[in-house]
């Protein structure tokens, strides 16, 4: 029997040995039974809370107590994200050795700020990256840093270029001054929502994020940017960045990677490019051209934590101007003299990289262990199959739609999402929009399956995506039996 800490020091090592066994029997347990679970809770809101304890315990509980109420009062409320029919928004990416990496790494307990606290979490970032980056098909010209998501990335990315189009705003800031113009920064109607968040954080203002329209393919229109780029300079306004999507949230679209990198050099801007979900279409030969003049940008975002089977979190954001990212962010306060790569003499900075100086964090993760695991148990061969499966699977959505009347894709497939609607004959585009909504609603409340719904062309869609290694066609025949199942019943009440 485990007893409870005492007021000093951990478990004893033939208590820790016996509670990590049991804990590791608790994961493989979960991994063999996943498929079996309802994906969804039926839980209300404060179910949970009222399960836990209000206040602190006083004094120590012992850990088969405490992994008791991790049983019947956490995992009531959790929604299995990796369960292989969970195809919402992008397919869960846990795996076993991504397990194994996150175990140790939390036994190190490192903190990869600079090279000196921890030489072997800074090569392995860097060897991790550069093997990522050539992977999705980056040129070496590329500096990687991991951050934890890609809202984080772009806000630096941008931040590296407001530093970059003013003066002196790391050391002056932007507040009470006259020589400043309003900044701009652009997107499709399609790109990420975390572009205003960081332009809130930034000081550029959400009202200066432009949303420029999309064409028929979802795609950034070409002459639209070019318009509000013009319309904004003869106002006076400072064209900062242009974010160009490589792999849109809602249908994987591609803007036109090489139309707007030749517009963003002819008019000196900076351009990011957001792939957290399509970079990884670059591990394979045939989906290179989809991401063509990608290396024309001055920073790109892929995130393994979407699709390269590297769990939650990480993101790699690659810059050709890693030195602008340095020099907003390079700050080695009195405590750490000593410990930066700058204070060591004779060292090779090629190596003695120092990673805080390269963005907001100090204390980082050992974020690179899991994602050198999961590579080198996979290899390049694993994981280009398992994206290609994955690209076949959302293929196969389209062949079921296409046999089944009354629905139709909203949009080709493109990458491993499928987007389709339910519109039969008789109901208006509103009554049918409210109808694929409930479809969706009805199909996740089952507990068998999960997708999502969202808007194309103004119209609600339903929407599947593909990335979890434990997916297979045979998930997707039950996922997809339960959306025609809840169109047909929920069909014949929604009449106009």
């Known amino acids: 029997m485990t007893t409870p800490l005492g007021p000093l020091g951990d478990l ?34 404060g179910e949970v809370t009222a399960g836990l304890s209000p206040t602190m315990p006083a004094v120590a509980e012992a850990l088969p107590v405490i992994l008791r109420d991790l049983d019947h009062i956490v995992m009531p409320g959790v929604v299995h994200w990796g369960h292989p029919a969970f195809l919402g928004y992008f397919g869960s990416t846990s795996n076993g050795p991504a397990l194994l990496g996150e175990i140790a790494a939390a036994a190190l307990n490192v903190s990869a700020m600079t090279w000196r606290t921890s030489p072997a979490a800074t090569e392995l970032e860097t060897v991790v990256l550069s093997w ?23 806000l630096h990315a941008l931040a590296a270029a407001r530093e970059e189009a003013l003066s002196q705003v790391r050391g002056r800031g932007l ?32 009202d200066n994020v ?24 003869a106002e006076g306004m400072l064209p900062l960045a242009v974010v160009a999507t490589a792999g849109t949230t809602t249908s994987a679209a591609v803007d036109p990677l090489p139309a707007i990198a030749a517009l963003c050099a002819r008019e000196s801007i900076w351009l990011h490019v957001d792939a957290a979900y399509g970079g990884a279409i670059g591990a394979l030969p045939e989906g290179r051209a989809l991401l063509d003049g990608m290396e024309r940008a001055d920073s790109l975002v892929v995130n393994p934590h979407k699709w390269l089977f590297v769990p939650l979190d990480f993101s790699a954001l690659y810059t050709r101007r ?52 999961v590579l080198r148990a996979f290899g390049r061969e694993g994981i280009t ?33 499928a987007c389709f609607r339910y519109e039969p004959a008789g109901v208006s585009h509103e009554s049918a929009d409210r109808l694929n909504a409930a479809i969706v609603a009805a199909v996740n409340a089952s507990g068998a399956g999960y997708l999502t719904h969202s ?5 609600t869609v339903m929407r599947m995506g593909f990335g979890n290694v434990l997916t297979t066609e045979a998930h997707l025949d039950t996922v997809w039996r339960h959306v025609v199942a809840e169109s047909r019943r929920l069909g014949a009440t929604h009449g106009d």
């Open 12 to 45: 004893p090592a033939d208590e820790m040995r016996a509670a990590l066994h049991r804990m590791a029997d608790w994961v493989a347990d979960y991994r063999e039974t996943l498929e079996g679970r309802r994906i969804v809770p039926e839980v209300s809101p």
């Open 455 to 459: 808007t194309l062309d103004g119209r």
């Open 132 to 154: 990522i980056r050539e992977l999705v098909g980056l040129p070496a010209s590329f500096m990687g840093i991991v951050y934890d998501t890609a809202s984080v990335a772009v």
């Open 322 to 373: 890693a030195e602008a990212l340095r020099r907003v962010f390079s700050l080695v306060p009195e405590y750490l003299r000593g410990a930066a790569s700058s204070d060591a003499g004779g060292t090779d900075r090629g190596a003695a990289i120092d990673y805080m100086d390269y963005g907001i964090q100090l204390g980082r993760r050992f974020r690179a262990l899991k994602a050198w695991m």
């Open 175 to 206: 507040a009470g001054r006259t020589d400043i113009p309003v900044l701009r920064v652009y997107a499709s109607d399609q790109a990420h929502s975390s572009l205003e968040k960081a332009a809130i954080v930034l000081g550029i203002g959400q």
């Open 210 to 233: 432009v949303r420029i329209s999309s064409d028929a393919r979802h795609r950034m229109d070409m002459a639209a940017l070019a318009a509000a780029i013009a319309r904004d300079r």
């Open 385 to 417: 199959s398992r994206i290609r499966e994955h690209c076949r699977l959302a293929q196969a959505v389209a062949e079921r739609v296409g046999r089944e009347p009354d629905f139709a894709m909203a949009t080709p497939v493109s990458m491993s999402i």
